[in-house]
């Protein structure tokens, strides 16, 4: 067993965006941090581990989104200059929909949410769509907004570039180590005191942190029915003449 030097000694459980992200800032405050992850990191069944992912404020009506989206945004700004190279691309969003927007529509909420935050969004009709991105000239869609805060992120990349930042702060980082069981002290009221490795071997810390993605409940059986995993399937299509084409001439699966 491995047994923690003080009160400040943390255990993350999972070495995805959320568990990396956890023990930067814990270590950053002074705690003792670490961080076993199941597989290698960044993990292939990890959510966080992908090739792109949007890094937007555009959420409707949802106010409390919008504002970590924004907040989020600057942040990642800052992140582009820990990296060894820039991994957030500020592209902009661009928001369309094939019919006017109304008051209550996602795009419509969305642009007087934003607007409200000061950023200053570029409206389009059909004619300005097809100005300003030729490619959807001929498409169907009829309004919309372009808002240059936001773009997307090299999700995986990012996941392996927060890791080693994590190790050169000091973070202790544990890969190919899945975590058998959380040790819970029934006589001191349920007070957990460390986790326990597939290897048996016991590791003690005064908080534990679960960062464990769809794998939470196992871990935290209260936790069932509560935490439920979801997947979306996302394909990714090789263009033989990377010039630019309209999307109309493609046949994509159904």
Same mark, same amino acid.
């Given at each position: 067993?491995? %047994?923690?030097?003080? /009160? ?9 965006? =959320?568990?990396? !992200? ?25 959510? /966080?581990?992908?090739? /792109?992912?949007?890094?937007? =404020? ?20 800052? +992140?582009?200059? +820990? =990296?060894?190279?820039?991994?957030? @691309? ?8 094939? %019919?006017?927007?109304? /008051?209550?529509?996602? &795009? ?9 935050? !000061?950023?200053? $969004? ?8 097809? %100005? ?18 936001? !773009? ?9 570039? =927060? ?17 058998? &069981? ?5 006589? $001191? ?13 016991? @590791? ?10 769809? +794998? ?10 509560? $935490?439920?995993?979801?997947? %979306? ?15 109309? @001439? $493609?046949?994509?699966?159904?």
């Amino acid at each position: 067993s491995t %047994q923690s030097t003080g /009160s400040r000694s943390v255990i993350i459980i999972g070495g995805g965006i =959320m568990g990396l !992200g956890s023990a930067i800032e814990l270590k950053a405050r002074g705690f003792e941090v670490t961080l076993f992850e199941r597989d290698q990191i960044p993990s292939p069944t990890a959510a /966080s581990t992908d090739y /792109s992912k949007v890094v937007r =404020m555009d959420y409707g009506s949802d106010d409390v989104y919008t504002d970590l989206g924004y907040e989020a945004i600057n942040e990642w700004r800052k +992140w582009n200059a +820990w =990296m060894e190279r820039p991994l957030f @691309h500020e592209t902009g969003i661009l928001c369309m929909t094939d %019919q006017k927007m109304t /008051s209550k529509s996602f &795009e419509y909420t969305s642009f007087t949410n934003v607007t409200k935050r !000061g950023v200053k $969004l570029t409206r389009l009709n059909k004619e300005s769509i097809g %100005q300003y991105f030729p490619i959807w000239k001929d498409s169907n869609f009829v309004d919309g907004y372009y808002n240059p805060v936001g !773009g997307w992120v090299e999700s995986g990349e990012v996941v392996k570039q =927060m890791s080693l930042i994590a190790i050169k702060m000091g973070v202790k980082v544990i890969q190919n180590s899945p975590i058998k &069981e959380i040790l819970v002290k029934r006589s $001191l009221k349920n007070k957990v005191e460390g986790v326990v490795t597939d290897d048996g071997k016991v @590791h003690y810390c005064e908080k534990v942190i679960v960062c464990a993605g769809a +794998w939470s409940p196992f871990l935290v059986p209260s936790l069932k029915g509560l $935490l439920l995993p979801n997947g %979306q399937s996302i394909f990714f299509y090789k263009v033989e003449d990377p010039k630019p084409v309209s999307y109309t @001439h $493609l046949t994509l699966p159904t």
